[in-house]
T-cell receptor, first 111, second 114 residues
Framework: EDQVTQSPEALRLQEGESSSLNCSYT??????LFWYRQDPGKGPEFLFT???AGEEKEKERLKATLTKKESFLHITAPKPEDSATYLC????????????FGQGTILTVHP | SAVISQKPSRDICQRGTSLTIQCQVD?????MFWYRQQPGQSLTLIAT?????????ESGFVIDKFPISRPNLTFSTLTVSNMSPEDSSIYLC???????????FGDGTRLSIL
């Protein structure tokens, strides 16, 4: 059974204070690791897909990296508008397109 | 990416009643999914909606409680039957294209049962 664990559960940062979110996973044949951002009252918004260990993706202040056991979402010089819940999900080789989600990290960036 | 519309966006229902949630996509998609997100929790997959055949349900979810239809490649419905307060949750529709594409989500239906 695919499993995803995210840490920390909640993270409070000052504007400009860089940090990282962790996503640890176990999966049978990783086909993709997905990062989403979810704002209150909205559905998850797709950010990145990572397919293999060593891969990195960047978008504005966000950078996602992947190893064989975990992924990190690095946030550089965050702004208050980066405040959201960040969700990690995996798709395994036997998942038939399904995603298994972690519990998410609630990020709050104070001005 | 596809534009996904869910109706209703929220509802308050009496226990014992049923509610049907609609998911409309602006383009044809291969795969459609229904998730539940309970307050403060992450997403739990209810079922995969298969076009032209019965939905595939995850462990803990049954067709009698959550019947799903998918009459074509752009539309699906999820019915929450015989509702109880434990069914109060956000119900989300997602879609994905061919191959190893990411899923994209609607904004959900916020359901409260009194």
């Amino acid at each position: 059974e695919d499993q995803v664990t995210q840490s920390p559960e909640a993270l409070r940062l000052q504007e400009g204070e860089s940090s990282s979110l962790n996503c640890s996973y176990t999966v049978s044949g990783l086909r993709g690791l997905f990062w989403y951002r979810q704002d209150p009252g909205k559905g998850p918004e797709f950010l990145f897909t990572l397919y293999s260990a060593g891969e990195e993706k960047e978008k504005e202040r966000l950078k996602a990296t992947l190893t064989k056991k975990e992924s990190f979402l690095h946030i550089t010089a965050p702004k208050p508008e980066d405040s959201a819940t960040y969700l990690c999900a995996v798709r395994g080789s036997t998942s038939y397109g399904k995603l298994t989600f972690g519990q998410g990290t609630i990020l709050t960036v104070h001005p | 990416s596809a534009v996904i519309s869910q109706k209703p966006s929220r509802d308050i229902c009496q226990r014992g009643t049923s509610l049907t949630i609609q998911c409309q996509v602006d383009s044809q998609v291969t795969m459609m999914f229904w998730y539940r997100q309970q307050p403060g929790q992450s997403l739990t997959l209810i079922a995969t909606a298969n076009q032209g055949s019965e939905a595939t349900y995850e462990s803990g979810f049954v067709i009698d409680k959550f019947p799903i239809s998918r009459p074509n490649l752009t539309f699906s419905t999820l019915t929450v039957s015989n509702m109880s307060p434990e069914d109060s949750s956000i119900y989300l529709c997602s879609v994905a294209g061919e191959g190893n594409q990411p899923q994209h989500f609607g904004d959900g239906t916020r359901l409260s049962i009194l």
